[in-house]
C-alpha cells in the first residue's frame, strides 16, 4: 500500500447527482412559496440533509413544527431516491472510473467522505463499491462540513497521515473541511466557487497523470 490517501466526496464529484439534489430542493421550496436559485444551492453543497432544510427555511423567513420539519425531510429524500433509482453507470462524471482504476493497479488506500446518507446506495447503484477502503458517509458523522470530521475519520480508517491526505470535493464547504484538516483540497467545478481550493480543475477528465503527481508531490510526506 502507498502511503498517501485519496479521499473523494460523492456528490458532484463522482456521480452527477447535485443537480438532482438541487431539483429536490427546489421543488420542496417552491412547495412553500420560498424561492430558490443555484447560487443558494452552492451553499447547500456537502451540506447535511437536515441543515439544508434549515437553511432554505431561514431563507424564505419560514418557521414550521418539528413534525412538518421531519415530514419535509422524508419528502425530499423520496424525491431524490426516485431520481437515484433512474442511475446508472453513465451518471458516472467523466474521467472518475478511469482514475479509480489506476489508483487501485497503484495500491493507492482509497476512501469517501460525503455528508450523504444515501451514499453506499448511490455506489452500489452505479457499481462503485468495490473500489473504496473505506467509507464514511452522513451516517457516521456528527460535524458538517466545513467541520473536518468526516475526512479526519476517513484518513483514520485508511491508516493514513492526514497531511498525507488529498480531497477531491466539489462544494465550497468541503474545500474548507480538507483544508481544515490540513489535507490538500483539490476543487472539481467552478474556478469562481472554488476559490480556496489547492487545485481546481473541471472534472477528473481534465486531470492528467501529471497534474496527479503534482497534486501528491505537494504534500510534505514523513514516512
Ligand atoms: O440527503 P443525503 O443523500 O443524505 O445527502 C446529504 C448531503 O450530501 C451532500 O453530499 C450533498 O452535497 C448535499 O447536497 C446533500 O444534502
Ligand atoms: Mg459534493
Known amino acids: ?17 447535485a443537480k438532482y439534489h438541487f431539483l429536490a430542493w427546489k421543488n420542496l421550496a417552491e412547495s412553500l412559496d420560498i424561492h430558490f436559485n443555484k447560487k443558494q444551492n452552492e451553499q447547500l453543497k456537502g451540506v447535511s440533509r437536515v441543515e439544508s432544510l434549515k437553511k432554505i427555511l431561514s431563507w424564505g423567513k419560514k418557521s414550521i413544527s418539528e413534525e412538518r420539519f421531519e415530514s419535509l425531510l422524508h419528502q425530499k429524500n423520496k424525491e431524490y431516491l426516485g431520481f437515484v433509482d433512474q442511475m446508472d453507470h453513465s451518471e458516472i462524471l467523466p474521467g472518475v472510473l478511469k482514475r479509480l482504476k489506476i489508483l487501485k493497479k497503484e495500491a493507492y488506500p482509497i476512501a469517501l467522505g460525503s455528508a ?13 463499491l468495490s473500489y473504496f477502503d473505506a467509507i464514511v458517509d452522513g451516517n457516521e458523522v456528527s460535524k458538517a462540513k466545513p467541520n473536518p470530521e468526516v475526512f479526519i475519520k476517513a484518513a483514520n480508517l485508511l491508516g493514513v497521515e492526514y497531511q498525507n491526505c488529498v480531497v477531491f470535493e466539489d462544494s465550497i464547504a468541503g474545500i474548507d473541511a480538507a483544508n481544515n484538516a490540513n489535507m490538500v483540497s483539490v476543487g472539481i467545478g467552478d474556478q469562481e466557487v472554488l476559490q480556496k481550493a ?4 473541471k ?6 497523470d501529471a497534474h496527479f503527481n503534482e497534486i501528491l508531490n505537494t504534500m510534505k510526506t514523513t514516512n
Open 116 to 128: 450523504s446518507k444515501n451514499a453506499k446506495t448511490i455506489l452500489e447503484r452505479v457499481d462503485l
Open 198 to 201: 489547492n487545485f481546481i480543475f
Open 203 to 208: 472534472d477528473f477528465s481534465q486531470i492528467t
Open 1 to 17: 500500500m502507498q502511503n498517501k490517501g485519496i479521499i473523494f466526496d460523492l456528490d458532484g464529484v463522482i456521480v452527477d447527482t
